[in-house]
């Protein structure tokens, strides 16, 4: 598996779908010194989601020395009656200050302002709006979105930061956003010039974000220090070397999200087990990680997907997840209803069904494409047979749009740039249970969800050794 993870993307030169192009939004950024006005403002905010719609955490770079970070939060725009919320300072060897504060005790369908304190200049008024309960919202969803540049001048930085900005221009256009769903290798190298490019879109600094960890991001200890997010396992039978997994809840679903990275089944299914039993009510469980399990488009990845089912799929089946989120091969498909890694209910050409019995796996593109064009490829002779459909193009970036209500979920899925979405789903439930069998987890995981935990303890030493060698 660890040689598997190191293996590269296979790139490929397909690109874009014939269809009506949406016009560029006058927000997005559009010229060279949007970023460098960015790099003078500062801080490299963002807000992500808290335990449920009563939190919210916000976190941003720099600060004075021996000051605490504070954040003022307000229900008016003029920053009147602010309460204060303090916080803490985190450090690494790449990042000498991150901030980490979280704001409690919001009443939710409303909406706040706030402004981020260090001793230093204080950012500007931004707000926020939480979800109001009972109320339908929706989530965009990404993965890969490659930041890449070793310095604020590498021209790729600017580039890959533009693109994923104007991605959140146009999802926010199509849609009234409520979350932002990262599936991992949010940066290329691990670099905090890297994060703090994708800090840059006005959307992160007032819509919740939510990073998971990928292959890329653990080249360097920096998103350990950015990441600020609850109800974190950062302890285990053996733990993440970079953060760990971590649980919130929006709207009437949780959001359990995974470090695929870590290998540990045993210390994976206890963290899902508690943040379910403490969420028995949630209508929705969504669960988050990097790795593709199922999308079968690189073959020399296979061996690696097979290692990874073992390890994820008891807990996926076990605990009744509704849909899986994942990345990492570039390319985008979504699942058949599997259980137990068979086909429990054929999706192809289907655009809505109701109480899967199983769960459904949907595989993102990434942001970093080519710049030459090609017609994409849809339903491709490259995907898994586990696959119901697949959308091959690397000219224009994915994304998801994630519409919840209380008995179902949409997926639209969208090429950057595209008026109508190249694939869509709705998934409708009559019970929270669904159609999801109720079984215990196959005895074998009993005892084989441990050797992924003693892996994981000597893989963690070697990995130690290459971050240090990066420096």
């Known amino acids: 598996m660890k040689k598997a993870v190191r293996i590269l993307a296979v790139v490929l030169s397909f690109v874009l779908m014939t269809g009506s192009v949406l016009p560029i939004s006058a927000s997005a950024v559009s010229k060279e010194n949007s970023w460098e006005e960015y790099l003078e403002e500062g801080k490299g905010v963002y807000i992500g989601p808290g335990a449920d719609d009563t939190e919210m955490y916000v976190t941003w770079y720099g600060g004075k020395e021996n000051v605490t970070p504070a954040v003022k939060v307000s229900a008016n725009k003029d920053m009147s009656d602010a309460v204060t919320f303090e916080g803490t300072i985190h450090s690494s060897d790449k990042v000498e200050r991150s901030n980490h504060v979280t704001v409690t005790g919001l009443e939710k369908g ?90 840059l879109p006005e959307q992160v600094k007032t819509i919740p974000y939510a990073m998971a960890i990928g292959n890329h991001d653990v080249k360097r200890y920096t998103y350990d220090t950015i990441a600020n997010y609850p109800n974190a396992k950062l302890t285990g039978l053996s733990k993440s070397l970079i953060h760990g997994d971590y649980y919130f809840t929006k709207g009437n679903a949780l959001f359990l999200v995974l470090d695929s990275t870590n290998s540990s089944a045993a210390d994976h299914y206890f963290f899902v087990k508690n943040a379910v039993k403490a969420n028995p009510d949630a209508k ?188």
């Open 284 to 471: 929705w469980r969504i669960m988050m990680f990097h790795h593709d399990l199922y999308g079968g488009h690189i073959e020399s990845r296979e061996s690696e997907n097979m290692l990874l089912r073992l390890l994820f799929t008891p807990i996926i089946d076990r605990f009744q997840v509704d849909l899986v989120l994942t990345g990492h091969s570039h390319c985008f498909s979504r699942s058949h209803a599997i259980y137990r890694n068979e086909i429990t209910e054929n999706l192809a050409g289907k655009t809505s069904v109701t109480d899967p019995k199983g769960t459904i796996y949907l595989n993102n593109g990434s942001l970093r494409v080519s710049e030459e064009y090609s017609e994409p490829i849809k339903d491709s002779d490259r995907k898994s047979e586990f696959i119901a459909t697949d959308y091959l193009s690397f000219s224009r970036g994915i994304y998801n749009i994630l519409s919840f209500t209380d008995d179902s979920l949409t997926i639209k899925s969208y090429e950057y740039g595209i008026e109508s979405p190249f694939t869509e789903l709705t998934i409708n439930k009559t019970t929270n249970e669904g159609g999801h069998p109720d079984k215990p987890v196959q005895l074998w995981f009993a005892i084989g969800k441990y050797i992924g935990t003693i892996y994981n303890m000597i893989n963690n030493i070697s990995r130690k050794g290459e971050i240090a060698e990066r420096g």
């Open 110 to 199: 409303k909406t706040y302002y706030y402004v981020c304190s260090d001793g230093t200049k204080d950012t500007e008024v931004k707000s926020f709006k939480t979800v109001a309960e009972g109320a339908d919202f929706s989530a965009i969803y990404v993965s890969d979105i490659h930041l890449t540049g070793n310095t604020f001048e590498d021209e790729s930085l600017y580039k890959s930061a533009k693109v994923w900005n104007d991605v959140l221009v146009e999802a926010t256009e199509r849609e009234d956003i409520s979350l932002i769903l990262s599936g991992g290798d949010n940066a290329t190298e691990g670099q905090p010039c890297e994060y703090y490019a994708s800090f």
